[in-house]
């Protein structure tokens, strides 16, 4: 456990007097109930001041700490937690002050319950990316976990805190002192992936630790709901038949033996350690976490391209994970097989079915114009960070890896044994605002820049 009594104690006490001003002052500003109910318009507009201002102020600590970061790298740190992205900037974790650590972790943990509370409540009111399908005001009650929105978020938060302290117990029971435990607790289950080291998980050298991290952030990337309908035996509701947690634990199998296989028989790591190192690093990235055991972009090319596209795949939807996501995938893949279908025969009539319920075309839509505005805003963002003199793979991977708020990059610059650091200020920005798109859904930012939201 580090030394308490850290001098840094000062740098929290101004920046949470600086917040409560700041934020007491809006309170007061905004009290009237006059226009108690927000307009979608307002909606969008708030979803997305919400963050920016949040990782504004998350970044104070970052500044007049011991850390004695930029404005520009504090904010990118701060917009790293919040997102759950889990790329950083910081160099020197090992003899970071406690606090600054503490504080990374926080904002992952937080960050995390915020956008699961957001996935439910915010999104399928602005139809955001097919999410309407999840619309917890359904007429099937099998559906609803319960009958609120407020009762829902409370059940949920109850399930993330109980996830985080039982995962805390078994990297504690699994070699780490408690304060790394909890650390590791709160980012594996937010799937954030900031760490107390600049090795990250390799720090520990333990397969105990590797497979902990593996499991909890597995339990992070499924839709918390599920597990109230599991606690709760609702016959209706699909538990172990739900079709994007089969999906996303197929997915990790399929793609974990495959790396264990290249790591063992081209690599030559030992089976253990190609297994465990596979299973981690997989996991990680697929989830959006961000943990590292090892320096795999220097597995050869089929690793490489590998973890490239797993940045684009994701967890499930309700849950802390971050990129396009499973059921949009499965959605996708239900919207090509029957336009093959429609080929085929043109006269048939076809009903795509999601989990036994009937996809409409606006949902259809909704996937497809995400899935092509979430690679648009790659192709973009990627030319924008390469002109600034980044070589392609780094900025690639880092816009990827921002976008899907997947922590490392690739390579040696952005890669897993290095951090954003070396990037340019101007970079740095552009992977800022790319962390946030990728958590907000892309649309949820991007229809703020029509001309038409702004008129009356």
């Known amino acids: 456990m580090p030394a308490v009594g850290n001098s840094d104690w000062t740098a929290f006490v101004g920046s949470s007097a600086a917040t409560l001003a700041v934020s007491g002052g809006m309170v007061l500003a905004t009290s009237s109930k006059e226009h108690a109910r927000f307009t979608v318009k307002q909606h969008f ?4 001041l919400s963050w920016c201002v949040l990782a504004t102020f998350g970044a104070l600590p970052f500044m007049i700490s011991a850390a004695h970061l930029s404005f520009t790298d504090a904010y990118y740190e701060a917009m790293s937690g919040l997102s759950t992205t889990g790329g950083t900037v910081i160099v020197g974790l090992d003899d970071a ?8 972790s926080l904002l ?3 960050g995390g319950v915020g956008i699961i509370v957001m996935a439910i409540a915010v999104l399928p009111i602005l139809r955001v ?3 309407q399908l999840f619309r917890t005001e359904s007429s099937d009650k099998g559906d609803k976990p319960f009958a609120t929105v407020q009762d829902t978020a ?4 109850m399930i993330y805190l109980a996830l985080t302290i039982l995962s805390a117990v078994a990297y504690h029971l699994a070699g780490m002192t408690w304060f790394d435990a909890i650390n590791h607790a709160m980012a594996s289950i937010a799937t954030g992936g900031f760490s107390t080291k600049d090795a990250s998980l390799g720090w520990f050298d333990s397969h105990a630790v590797l497979w902990v991290a593996t499991f909890s952030m597995i339990s992070g990337a499924l839709p918390l ?5 599991l606690l709760r035996g609702q ?4 538990v172990f038949g739900d079709s994007q947690v089969n999906a996303l634990l197929a997915i990790l199998l399929v793609a974990g033996v495959a790396m264990t ?7 030559g790591l030992p089976f253990r350690d190609a297994l465990s190192h596979s299973a981690v690093n997989v996991t990680s990235i697929i989830t959006g976490t961000g943990f590292v055991s090892t320096d795999y972009s220097t597995w050869g090319s089929f690793a490489v391209v590998a973890f490239f596209f797993f940045y684009f795949i994701g967890g499930c939807t309700g849950s802390t994970a971050g990129s396009i996501k499973v059921f949009r995938w499965q959605v996708l893949a239900l919207s090509m097989l029957n336009q093959m279908q429609r080929m085929l025969k043109p006269n048939r009539v076809l009903v795509p079915l999601y989990q036994g319920k009937v996809l409409d075309e606006d949902v259809v839509g909704s996937v497809i114009n995400l899935a092509f505005a979430f690679m648009a805003a790659f192709g973009i963002l990627s030319l924008l960070v390469a002109a600034m003199g980044v070589d392609y793979l780094s900025a690639a991977s880092a816009v990827a890896s921002a976008l899907a708020n997947a922590g490392p990059g690739l390579g040696p610059v952005v890669g897993p044994s290095g951090t954003m650091a070396p990037l340019p200020d101007a970079a740095k920005w552009v992977l800022s605002f790319a962390m946030l798109l990728g958590r907000l859904e892309v649309f949820t930012v991007l229809v703020l820049i029509l001309p038409s939201f702004w008129r009356d």
């Open 45 to 48: 507009l708030l979803t997305t």
């Open 97 to 104: 002050p406690p606090g600054v650590l503490l504080w990374r």
């Open 108 to 110: 992952n943990w937080f």
């Open 129 to 131: 990316g097919g999410m």
């Open 154 to 157: 409370g059940a949920i938060a």
């Open 225 to 229: 709901t599920w597990y109230i309908r």
């Open 235 to 238: 016959r209706n509701a699909p």
């Open 261 to 267: 296989l290249w790591a063992f028989a081209v690599v």
